[in-house]
């Protein structure tokens, strides 16, 4: 069954250094999306993307976070210079985006811990 | 501010049991509502959808949804110990979903 795949599963990284956490959507689907979650906290929206461009962003998705769909199967979140209160889980989801199909499918997971 | 609002729990239910998890949102707008599992330190996984009015029936789970009291709710019977985890609504439309804290369900021996 086809499933969303992310790497690395784990990223330690400084504060104030860049990272890239990569996602590989489902083929079929259009719509792509990152969410966190904060340990114990609840899954929160960060940004949605669509034809090769932001379809929607949050708050929390400020100048320092950007996406990218560099080719036609990955799709990446980078945070320019991160930040202690960055560190969390980063879940990618995709969706098929036709017609009433509104499914989102989250991958396994990117745990970031900045230090 | 758009809001999903759920219980958090734990519910406690022994097994063979039914389990109702319930949730309430804000924004009237809303066109989608889903179920997610998610196991401590895993992702969500999808479990049910609901888009209409009514009930939807799926093997163990039904997903009910009132638009008119804004209130979305799991049912799921014959509750197993793997269903332990927690339960997360979410709400929203193709561009994006607002999730509740989650509800953390426990299924007791």
């Known amino acids: 069954e086809p499933e969303v795949t992310q790497t690395p599963s784990h990223q330690v990284t400084q504060m104030g250094q860049e990272v890239i956490l990569r996602c590989v959507p489902i083929s079929n689907h259009l719509y792509f999306y990152w969410y966190r979650q904060i340990l114990g906290q609840k899954v929160e929206f960060l940004v949605s993307f669509y034809n090769n461009e932001i379809s929607e962003k949050s708050e929390i998705f400020d100048d320092q976070f950007s996406v990218e769909r560099p080719d036609g199967s990955n799709f990446t979140l980078k945070i320019r210079s991160t930040k202690l209160e960055d560190s969390a889980m980063y879940f990618c989801a995709s969706s098929e985006g036709r017609g009433q199909t509104y499914e989102q499918y989250f991958g396994p997971g990117t745990r970031l811990t900045v230090t | 501010q758009k809001e999903v609002e759920q219980n958090s729990g734990p519910l406690s239910v022994p097994e063979g049991a039914i389990a109702s998890l319930n949730c309430t949102y804000s924004?009237?707008?809303?066109?989608?509502f889903f179920w997610y599992r998610q196991y401590s330190g895993k992702s969500p996984e999808l479990i049910m959808f609901i888009y209409s009015n009514g009930d939807k029936e799926d093997g163990r789970f039904t997903a009910q949804l009132n638009k008119a009291s804004q209130y979305v709710s799991l049912l799921i019977r014959d509750s197993q110990p793997s269903d332990s985890a927690t339960y997360l609504c979410?709400?929203?439309?193709?561009?994006?979903?607002?999730f509740g804290a989650g509800t953390r369900l426990a299924v007791h021996p």
């Open positions: 979410g709400v929203g439309g193709y561009n994006k979903l607002i």
């Open positions: 924004d009237r707008g809303s066109q989608s």
